[in-house]
């Protein structure tokens, strides 16, 4: 179930939402709120929610044996287990496909004439994200960061939190365990504004800006070989665009409705098209996953507290890694490869670069990152080639079905994206003529809900 | 002043997301409620949508309904979106109280055979005196009674459940299969007790279910956005989405013609056959002692696709589906006829003319190849001499 269809607005949501409130008491809220998450989970795949049982059951029950023991060797083996565990089935599921393949093309080159048959998996979605807030609630629990809870419907409930399971935030047990513990307590009244409004923009950001998008340039770019350079600029430029309104949509949307039961999840996107330099870009774009990448890859292999080769390495082992969870694909890794590039280089030019104007350093960082994102939007590595070649050299191509109106949204989600300021740096305090903007906005985008299909996420598909 | 600023902070209260957009989707949400109570006939393009909309569990569309359209348009032009591709005509699509397309006194009359099958029995783009049915009944002198659905699979519960009302004068049901059509296969427990059960359901406990069903599945408001949609999307302001949907092809006389995709590509792919639908069929009626016959009909683009400018080529074991399975039901001693040979031959005949014998804009044959269609039929008809010859029926002569 999508965020943005009618089903969740008009059945999931109001029911959720009054018994949640109807409800008196920690446990039978965490058990609604359980049971609501499994609900929504199950539109997608029903079986799929023994796998998320599983992982829950095996890291809830890690979290015991910490609080349990005390012994170094038990409580390395209440680490290790579940993480194993949980790696192994987003490993199975995310990249066994991919290892066969790739091991089917090495074998004839060791002499082996055997083939690994390739199997017919549906990935589970979301598994990228729920995998990750147990792996993170082991680790904290481990480091002490956090003290484990011994209650297993809270831990499900948190594991299972419809507003952030299948897409993130990558929202971390720590960031809201306080938000857990007085869920009785909480006032439906005193955030429903705020959430109302992160949730309306949330829902334009997606509709009307990131799908419009879309509606140009998905056709465009299936056809990437007749496309104009101009066209394939604008192709990638709209790409950047899209999946920044899509993902960061879908956070506000997510952040909104946290609000509405009363959590506060964390910060997602922090305006990432304002980045100075590439570090900046990362500290701003997906921040739950690249904070989950430093704190829990590139800090133990060492971080930059070594010489600058080692820190160039973990920087590229991170990297590669980031770029290999958004897909089991070389295409990714080349992805994260190149940001990993820009990294190391930007470390090593950090001086010059900074002594760059701001508006420079700004242009130069996006565009640094489109020409990443050309590679990240590609089907394959002859789309990825084709479309820097038509963009590096002159190709007068075929005039683009909708150019008029992609590039009106395009300057509108430039203005919001550069300029304005985020979800997060404004009041959410608006005047009767702002709420009735939004409200004609919310309204069309409920009018284009009714007739088409609701567009998926991007991101869903990591 | 106390009164002035409790009545600003009101207003403040009011004005704010957390209350407007709750209230915005509750208004919305009741339009669309209020929709549903009102006919949608002004939102469709062709009596298919708008009377299968409250549907009896059992039947094929909404009984005792008569639509009209004097600006129909085919259902590729609508599939794609290429409004400058319709083919504008009128249609008239009357249901007896059974919900299939017959004139309402068919009930009254002595029924010499059911034909049962897809849109292509049902009529499509043609009015109620140019169905298939209609132009057997007239070619014969008898009652042909039209049991066309959308559902193309044909289970006997559903037939022998309509034959149960009818005055048979013989037990015959011609089973039209068209090319294109998903490959039937013998319906599950489940499928045959839900038949059943519609059956056996209380006429008016039907009608019910059907109401409550349109009521639920069907929004105006839905088909109202779409509208606009299309419009939007229309291959200038914005990428016509819809048009990968059909494929869009000239013709050696210089004329476009659409055809399905799926239908194209089904054309192109090597399709296994399957015989047990058919076998389960045949014994069901036999066992209610029912005949049948079976009418294999191309697809469009099976007739066409030698007359196009730039055809893809047909590799082996390819496009010859129709011919496998008529030889296959051939030795499983079931009566069938193939209309390719004739309709091909046909076609190419009037082509000559610029005229089609299906629409130019829709998946379906026109009034001409329903009556060439017939024509062949009743040269094949199994019971032609044996029961088609005493009476001539009121309801052949009707228009």
Known sequence: MLFNSLAFLYAFLPITYLVFWRLTGKMPRYVWLAISGYVFYSFWNYKFCTLMLFSTTVSYLAGRGLLRWQEPGRRRLCVIVPVVMDLALLGFFKYGNFAVANLNEILPWLGSRATLPILNLVLPIGISFYTFHTITYIIDSYRGVITPTRNFVKFAAYVSLFSQLVAGPIVRFRQIEQDFERIDRADRTSDLHTGWSFFVIGMLEKVLIADTIAAVIDPALARYAELSTVSAWLCVLGFAYQVYFDFAGYSDMAVGLGYMFGFRLPQNFDSPYKATDIADLWRRWHISLSSFFRDYVYFPLGGSRGSRLLTARNLMITMVLVGLWHGANWLYVVFGAYQGLLLIVHRLIRARWERLPQWAQRSATFGLWLLGLAIFRASGFRMAGALLETMFTWHAGAAMVGASALVVTLALAALLAHWAPNTFEIRHRWSPSWVASFAVLFGICLFVLYGARPAPYIYFQF | ?399
């Open chain 2, 1 to 399: 002043m106390g009164t002035s600023t409790g009545t600003e902070q009101g207003r403040r209260s009011v004005w704010q997301l957390g209350f407007v957009i709750p209230c915005l989707l509750a208004v919305m949400g009741l339009v669309d409620l209020g929709l549903r109570f009102m006919s949608i006939d002004p939102l469709t393009f062709r009596a298919w949508e708008a009377l299968l909309r409250n549907r009896p569990p059992g039947a094929a569309f909404e009984p005792n309904r008569q639509y009209e359209n004097a600006r129909s348009y085919g259902d590729l032009a609508a599939l794609g979106n290429l409004p400058a591709l319709r083919q504008y005509r009128a249609e008239r699509f009357t249901t007896d109280a059974l919900g299939f397309r017959n004139p309402p006194r068919v009930l009254n009359e002595e029924v010499s055979a059911i034909l049962a099958g897809d849109s292509f029995v049902v009529g499509s783009g043609v009015s109620d005196d140019e169905t298939l049915s209609s132009r057997l009944g007239t070619l014969m002198g008898c009652v042909v009674y039209n049991a066309g659905s959308d559902a193309g699979r044909v289970i006997p519960d559903e037939i022998l459940s309509v034959a149960r009302r009818l005055t048979l004068r013989s037990r015959l049901v011609i089973r039209l299969y068209t090319d294109g059509a998903a490959v039937p296969v013998p319906p599950t427990r489940g499928e045959i007790l839900a038949a059943r059960l519609a059956a056996r359901m209380p006429e008016a406990v039907r009608v019910a279910a059907g109401r409550l069903r349109g009521f639920l599945t069907v929004s105006p408001l839905q088909s109202l956005s779409g509208r606009a949609w299309k419009a939007v999307d229309n291959g200038s302001m914005l990428p016509n989405k819809y048009a990968a949907s059909v494929v869009k092809a000239t013709l050696v006389n210089g004329d476009p013609m659409l055809f399905q995709a799926t239908q194209v590509d089904n054309f192109h792919r090597r399709r296994e056959l399957s015989l047990g639908y058919w076998r389960w069929l045949r014994d069901d009626l036999k066992k209610s002692h029912f005949d049948l016959f079976v009418v294999l009909v191309p697809g469009k683009y099976e007739i066409y696709r030698p007359f196009l400018v730039n055809r893809q080529p047909l590799h082996p074991g390819t496009g010859d589906y129709l011919d496998r399975l008529e030889r296959a039901l051939r030795a499983m001693d079931i009566p069938v006829l193939n209309l390719t040979p004739f309709l091909s031959a046909e076609a190419a005949r009037f082509l000559e003319r610029g005229e089609y014998l299906y629409w130019l804009d829709d998946n379906h044959w026109n009034v001409r190849g329903t009556a060439l269609a017939a024509a062949a039929i009743r040269e094949h008809w199994p019971l032609a001499e044996t029961v088609c010859t005493t009476t001539h029926s009121p309801a052949a002569q009707t228009p």
